[in-house]
């Protein structure tokens, strides 16, 4: 096959997936559970954790347009504190070492005190330490929600990557509607969500209070994230359809080369046993006694 032999040099996008996991992942304060069964529980516990610390959000802003922070708000912040310090406690103790895996995970417990602070602490519009704090909680609660769901960012995950996209740009429209005044309409929030997550920022619609300024910069990093991935998942996409066709080229060169070889073997073979053959043949002359001459006596 002709550049065969340079494909192969070549290091492919496989190659470098299964070597990149290979290595130590980069701990950041949060790690899956070692034991089998704390894995599942583990497991099941993801979705009832994004749900609860998704609910988070709308009380983030929720709080910080009203003064006197709404008990939906508070409860909100309790109920996720809960949840998070159950999925944590409940994978530990199936662990064979349930403080190491308590202490391996110290975003949970942050976010777990910090969600509990939050639901404690006065109004946001009141208090600005109060709102730093919701603040850095709600980094936390993106850097969870995003932990929990990257077994969904996989390499043939494109599918679930774009619904997850469309999803977030609508929550985001939605949001904008909800918290910007200037938003008449939910287009008009998708607008903005769309051009605040590309980082366009045309200006014919633009973010006025805190609140929907505070929004905007979480947009912004979810936007850079999710269209990041959704690239990166199209090129992977590329990428591997390339893969697969250079590894059929070389499987069908490994094949005729194979069979080539599988050919002169057996004409091998049948040239061995002629040639034992023969061989034999000439022994067995060789071991046979020569004829006997009768002589004759003289006259």
């Not at 070597?19 to 950041?28: A, D, I, K, V």
């Not at 009141?126 to 969904?152: C, F, K, T, Y």
């Not at 938003?183 to 997550?197: Q, S």
């Not at 990428?239 to 069908?252: A, C, D, W």
Request: proline share 7%.
């Amino acid at each position: 096959m002709p550049g065969g032999a340079a494909r192969l040099g070549r290091v492919s996008p496989r190659n470098a997936a299964s070597f990149l996991s290979e290595r130590p992942r980069p701990h950041w304060g949060l790690r899956h559970a070692p034991d089998a069964q704390a894995a599942r529980i583990e497991r099941a516990w993801r979705l009832p954790v994004v749900l609860a610390l998704a609910a988070t959000i709308p009380a983030f802003y929720a709080e910080l347009l009203e003064a006197v922070p709404p008990l939906a708000a508070s409860l909100a912040y309790g109920a996720a504190a809960l949840v998070i310090a159950a999925a944590l406690g409940s994978t530990a103790r199936r662990c064979r070492q349930p403080a190491k895996h308590l202490t391996g995970n110290p975003v949970d417990l942050m976010l777990a005190a910090g969600l509990l602070a939050a639901a404690a602490l006065p109004g946001s519009e009141v208090s600005p330490s109060a709102l730093g704090l919701r603040l850095a909680v709600s980094l936390l609660v993106l850097v969870r929600m995003l932990w929990a769901m990257q077994h969904l960012i996989t390499r043939g995950g494109l599918t679930y990557l774009l619904v997850m996209s469309l999803g977030v740009l609508a929550l985001c429209g939605a949001g904008f509607w909800w918290l910007e005044p200037t938003v008449h309409g939910f287009g008009e929030g998708l607008w903005l969500a769309f051009t605040t997550a590309a980082t366009v920022g045309y200006g014919d619609v633009v973010p006025t209070t805190p609140a929907s300024r505070i929004f905007a910069v979480f947009v912004v990093l979810l936007g850079f994230g999710v269209l990041t991935m959704v690239t990166a998942a199209i090129a992977t996409t590329w990428i591997e359809t390339e893969e697969r066709r250079i590894e059929r080229e070389i499987l069908h060169d490994l094949r005729s080369q194979i069979s080539s070889v599988r050919n002169e073997l057996a004409a091998l073979r049948a040239e061995l046993r002629s040639a034992t053959h023969l061989l034999a043949q000439t022994r067995a002359q060789a071991r046979r006694p020569p004829p006997a001459t009768s002589k004759r006596q003289p006259p």
